[in-house]
């Protein structure tokens, strides 16, 4: 390599939004390789007539530049710039709804598509994809820890201002109050404040045993290894508590038995 060569800038390509180095040509013409060869994209891309009548259900469509029509073209016809343009940022407003493949006449999976898309963001580690998902840190934690992140106490008055006093209850002449917007919760968390949050050690350790055998912390390390060994730490830990727990249990099975006697004939 000569000294010019060595003081020069990396080759850059003018794509839609950025300019991308080298690397990230080579990269995106990887993760392009792979989105078209993953046997989701044959049943998930059928085709597209153009109606539009995805993009215009799609409540992201309406705040965002995004849309899913956009996103099943790219799938269908788009290059490997085109998809790296894309999993910049664009692929991240998706509600993940699922609204446009009600309304699709083609019957294709969009949500489902964008969903492939996300998944080889992550499990490349686009710096992109980083910067967008730092800030759910703590919603991702809670959700790969108890499975959920979405109990009623979070139905709190302050959090809805933008709704104006009847939806936040401030207007007491309308009789709504935090208590009863609670209601609108679904039966199955009981109408409580903290039983979405109370997940058993067992149900824990099954979405434990879930991504380590399909390989989601692995993937997880290459966008976040700070948050991938947290994750393990409170797996080790739920792990030592079930074990406890089971060891205190065959004691107490013991202790009920007693001594058992034996008779012969």
């Not at 300019?19 to 993760?31: K, V």
């Not at 580690?125 to 809670?142: D, H, M, V």
């Not at 350790?205 to 730490?233: A, C, K, N, S």
Request: charged share 25%; hydrophobic share 35%; net charge negative.
């Amino acid at each position: 390599m000569t000294e010019e060569e060595a003081e020069s800038p990396p080759a850059m390509h003018l794509t839609g939004r950025q300019r991308m180095t080298g690397a990230e040509r080579s990269l995106s013409e990887q993760i392009y390789s792979e989105f078209r060869g993953d046997r989701r994209h044959r049943e998930f891309v059928l085709g597209c007539l153009n109606c539009g009548e995805c993009t215009t259900g799609c409540p992201a469509a309406r705040f965002y530049d995004f849309s899913p029509r956009e996103m099943l073209q790219i799938a269908q016809n788009g290059d490997a710039t085109t998809l790296w343009d894309a999993m910049q940022e664009k692929i991240w407003a998706c509600c993940q709804c699922y609204t446009c493949n009600m309304r699709c006449r083609f019957g294709n999976d969009i949500a489902g598509i964008i969903s492939v898309m996300r998944e080889l963001s992550v499990r490349h580690g686009i710096e992109a994809t980083r910067r967008t998902l730092a800030p759910f840190n703590r919603s991702l934690t809670l959700l790969m820890t108890v499975g959920t992140q979405v109990s009623s106490d979070m139905i709190q008055p302050d959090f809805f201002r933008d709704w104006g006093p009847f939806a936040t209850g401030s207007d007491q002449s309308w009789g709504v109050t935090p208590a009863i917007m609670r209601k609108a919760i679904p039966i199955d968390v009981l109408q409580t404040t903290t039983s979405s949050w109370e997940v058993s050690v067992q149900t824990s350790l099954e979405l434990f045993r879930i991504y380590e055998e399909t390989g989601v912390l692995d993937m997880l390390r290459g966008l976040d290894p700070d948050l991938t060994d947290m994750l393990i730490d409170i797996i080790e830990e739920r792990r030592e508590e079930f074990a406890e727990a089971r060891e205190r249990y065959r004691a107490d099975i013991d202790r009920m038995q007693g001594p058992v006697a034996t008779f012969s004939g």
